[in-house]
């Protein structure tokens, strides 16, 4: 059983400090006027304040801080936080030891203020103690003008801030205003989506743990932790959310899919929503989606002048299918909006199949997918045909009824783009057999395969050259020391990156062409080892060497190469 907290009043008479009738006077006074008892003594002048702050540190099993030692003043950092926390809530930060911060503190009770500030500090903390006028007056002699708020700061100071201030309750779930303009959850979580634009970042997260719900940005294809917002906050942040999706926030038993629209000085944003119910509730997930991500243009994909000629040549081509593959997020989409956005010309009707519509083109035909009413890919194939279309756009090829449509498409004169999931443009020969394809269609109508995936490309304000570069690496991506020296850069990390070494991405590419004798193997079902080894004594060149170019010009590094072409050997 634990032992019961003394109350203040104890401690100070069991010290001899004030007497019993003395405390017993002031808890009644202290009752009526709605005041603290260590205040109210402090008023009636029966203890001065270090005292109420001995009994304080006392009482909560804290060690209590004598700000007027010059041991201890030596030991403030006070740039260990941010100014403006430090001035408005009179706190002092000492030490910043294995992720924890030492903080020194006048009101144990607070314990908001202490949610607030694990918040924005992003840190674990241990608290001791200091009366108030102590720790203002050193504020006021020690630190002097307030310093200017660094990057660091966290992105909620305002909505967060005042949350904590007008001392919302565990039930703040229940009662907090989600809708309007001025709620600081409405303004807390419009200034989680305005930042993660702002930082480039594809994906936002909130996940709900145990103790916290952590915030977390994918930029430039790395998940990177961001704040955590306090556990009591979880219910009404994912609320606002799913309220600005069009969800059911009543509903948390099953997933649920929205969509935000947000303007901003780069235009209209597109939110993508997901809401899938975990152990500790819901856990959302916002794609971003821009309108300018799939208008930068075939040049600045990061093609090689060889690939990217065979690119131009294949896409004009008059009928025939060209894939492109590749796991989630390595950029398929993106590749041919940007080819559809070069064929999108007067003379030419282009149909889409897609779920969902990612990013809306001028000029362009495009159906959504809706499985729910019977609209799926295989329909609106069927429909397209009958459109005569010039090129046909299908999402994703995911079964056999939607890959012979797109073959027949392909066989009657019209050019065909999609996706599929494989890991090299080799296997998707293999992929098309084992969905059920006949294999002398797969070898017809198959004009390329081109596999892809997103590499991070080194901040160009950092970057410097790499003086002993990591032979496993260069092992792995087939690079000698010699070669690389001079030549490999490394990432080093500056504000213009946020650290990372790395700003923006760009994409390595395999190119495979369908030569005959490629065609007589898909025919003959040759195994995959085969197939590729042919496509690349015909000239393809593989994902790592398309990287190890890359590495030699200095856009990316060879960590980044290995870490997305290769699996063994990677920590």
Avoid at 506 to 518: N, P, Q, R, T, Y
Wanted: aromatic share 4%; hydrophobic share 40%.
């Amino acid at each position: 059983m634990a032992r019961q907290r003394k109350k203040l009043g104890e401690i100070l008479v069991g010290w001899g400090a004030v007497s019993a009738e003395t405390v017993d006077g002031a808890v009644g006074k202290a009752r009526a006027s709605g005041k603290r008892i260590g205040d109210m003594l402090i008023e009636l002048g029966a203890v001065n304040e270090e005292m109420v702050a001995k009994a304080l540190a006392n009482q909560f099993g804290l060690e209590y801080v004598d700000l007027a030692s010059t041991g201890i003043a030596n030991q403030v950092d006070a740039k260990l936080v941010p100014d403006d926390l430090i001035k408005k809530h009179l706190i002092l930060p000492l030490t910043k030891t294995n992720g924890r911060l030492t903080l020194i503190i006048h009101d144990p009770l607070n314990l908001e203020l202490q949610d607030m500030l694990r918040f924005r500090l992003k840190t674990e903390i241990d608290t001791r103690l200091a009366s108030r006028s102590a720790i203002k007056g050193f504020i006021d002699s020690k630190l002097g003008k307030a310093k200017e708020v660094g990057a660091g700061q966290s992105l909620v100071t305002d909505s967060i801030d005042k949350t904590i201030d007008r001392s919302v309750d565990k039930s703040m779930d229940k009662s907090i205003d989600i809708t309007g303009e001025d709620a600081p959850i409405v303004r807390l979580v419009t200034r989680i989506l305005t930042e993660a634009v702002k930082m480039r970042a594809s994906d936002i997260h909130m996940e709900p743990m145990a103790d916290r719900v952590r915030l977390r940005y994918r930029v430039d294809g790395v998940c990177m932790e961001r704040d955590n917002l306090p556990k009591r906050m979880q219910n009404a942040v994912l609320s606002r959310l799913k309220l600005m999706a069009g969800m059911n926030i009543a509903e948390k038993r099953v997933p649920q899919d929205g969509r935000i629209k947000q303007p901003m000085e780069e235009g209209t944003i597109d939110y993508r929503v997901s809401a899938c119910p975990t152990y500790h509730g819901e856990s959302v997930v916002l794609r971003i989606l821009r309108p300018d991500s799939v208008k930068i243009g075939l040049v600045n994909l990061g093609f090689e002048e060889d690939i990217f000629a065979t690119f131009n040549k294949i896409i004009r081509r008059p009928n025939g299918i060209f894939l492109v593959t590749g796991p989630t997020g390595s950029g398929k989409t993106t590749t041919l909006y940007s080819a559809l956005d070069v064929l999108n010309r007067p003379d030419k009707k282009i149909i889409t199949a897609e779920d969902p519509i990612e990013y809306n083109f001028t000029g362009i035909n495009q159906c959504q997918v809706r499985e729910k009413i019977g609209l799926s890919f295989s329909i609106i194939l069927k429909t397209m045909l009958r459109q005569a279309p010039n090129i046909i756009l299908v999402g994703e090829i995911r079964d056999r009824e939607v890959a012979d449509i797109a073959i027949q498409a392909a066989l009657t004169g019209h050019l065909v783009f999609s996706t599929l999931h494989t890991n090299d443009a080799p296997s998707a020969i293999t992929r098309l057999i084992d969905m059920g394809v006949k294999p002398f269609l797969v070898a017809s109508a198959i004009q390329a395969i081109m596999a892809q995936r997103l590499v991070r490309v080194l901040c160009k304000e950092c970057k410097q050259p790499d003086p002993d570069p990591d032979p496993k690496y260069l092992h792995l991506i087939g690079l000698k020391r010699e070669d690389a020296m001079g030549k490999a850069l490394m990432p080093v990390g500056c504000a213009a990156c946020n650290k990372s070494g790395y700003r923006g991405r760009k994409a390595i590419f395999e190119m495979m062409l369908m030569s005959s004798e490629i065609r007589e193997m898909a025919f003959r079902q040759e195994p995959l080892t085969k197939i590729r080894q042919a496509a690349i004594a015909g000239g393809m060149r593989p994902l790592v060497d398309d990287g190890r170019i890359k590495v030699l010009k200095g856009v990316t590094s060879a960590e980044e190469i290995a870490r997305n072409t290769q699996v063994e050997g990677i920590a």
